[in-house]
């Protein structure tokens, strides 16, 4: 195979696996928040948004779009949140399902899980294994700092950190 060419597809199958690594962290991250929402409420209608930019795939509860560096998560019945303890819940489910990605990462990243194989070079597996941790850790912390998001479609929502602060603080102020 030509030089340029192996360069080519080395650089294409980088990008598409740091384009999966960052879909499954964001999509797991909007999963966590489902499941959080599903645990305080039984409810089971949502819609998860991935991404930002055009649209790849859209089902009953799933949008894919190109740029996979923000999500959302929509219950359909919001009236479902009726206690402060559900909407944490909910809202905590998300940084919940990052921090065990960061967990156990960080324990393939250690040396805890052997991932090396013949077929494939360790090389390549560390450094996957270090992008996804990196990208968890930063959808970890960026979730939980009290702000607004500044980047894609949720450029000025609250972060799940500052939605969490104003419910409990909304929480004290009822009684």
Same mark, same amino acid.
């Given at each position: 195979?030509? /030089?340029?060419?192996?360069? #080519?597809?080395?650089?294409?199958?980088?990008?598409?696996?740091?384009?999966?690594?960052? *879909?499954? +962290?964001?999509?797991?991250?909007?999963?966590?928040?489902?499941? !959080?929402?599903?645990?305080? =409420?039984?409810?089971?209608?949502?819609? #998860?948004?991935? !991404?930002?930019?055009?649209?790849?795939? /859209?089902?009953?509860?799933?949008?894919?779009?190109?740029?996979?560096?923000?999500?959302?998560?929509?219950?359909?019945?919001?009236?479902?949140?009726?206690?402060?303890? /559900?909407?944490?819940?909910? @809202?905590?489910?998300?940084?919940?399902? +990052?921090?065990?990605?960061?967990?156990?990462?960080?324990?393939?990243?250690?040396?805890?899980? +052997?991932?090396? &194989?013949? @077929?494939?070079?360790?090389?390549?597996?560390? *450094?996957?294994?270090? &992008?996804?941790? *990196?990208?968890?850790? *930063? =959808?970890?912390? @960026?979730?939980?700092?009290?702000?607004?998001?500044? %980047?894609?479609?949720?450029?000025?929502?609250?972060?799940?950190? @500052?939605?969490?602060? %104003?419910?409990?603080?909304?929480?004290?102020? /009822?009684?």
């Amino acid at each position: 195979m030509p /030089k340029p060419l192996g360069v #080519i597809i080395e650089w294409t199958v980088l990008i598409c696996a740091l384009w999966v690594i960052c *879909f499954l +962290s964001t999509l797991l991250h909007e999963m966590g928040h489902a499941f !959080g929402y599903w645990i305080a =409420t039984g409810g089971r209608q949502w819609h #998860i948004r991935v !991404g930002s930019g055009k649209r790849l795939l /859209k089902t009953g509860r799933l949008t894919v779009k190109l740029l996979p560096i923000d999500g959302c998560f929509s219950p359909s019945e919001t009236s479902r949140m009726d206690t402060t303890a /559900k909407l944490i819940a909910m @809202l905590a489910g998300g940084p919940a399902a +990052s921090l065990l990605l960061v967990a156990v990462l960080l324990a393939i990243r250690l040396g805890g899980v +052997s991932l090396h &194989s013949e @077929l494939i070079a360790s090389d390549a597996i560390e *450094f996957f294994v270090r &992008s996804a941790l *990196f990208i968890n850790l *930063f =959808t970890l912390i @960026l979730a939980l700092m009290p702000t607004h998001y500044f %980047h894609g479609e949720i450029k000025g929502m609250e972060t799940d950190g @500052l939605q969490i602060l %104003h419910a409990i603080k909304n929480h004290r102020r /009822k009684l």
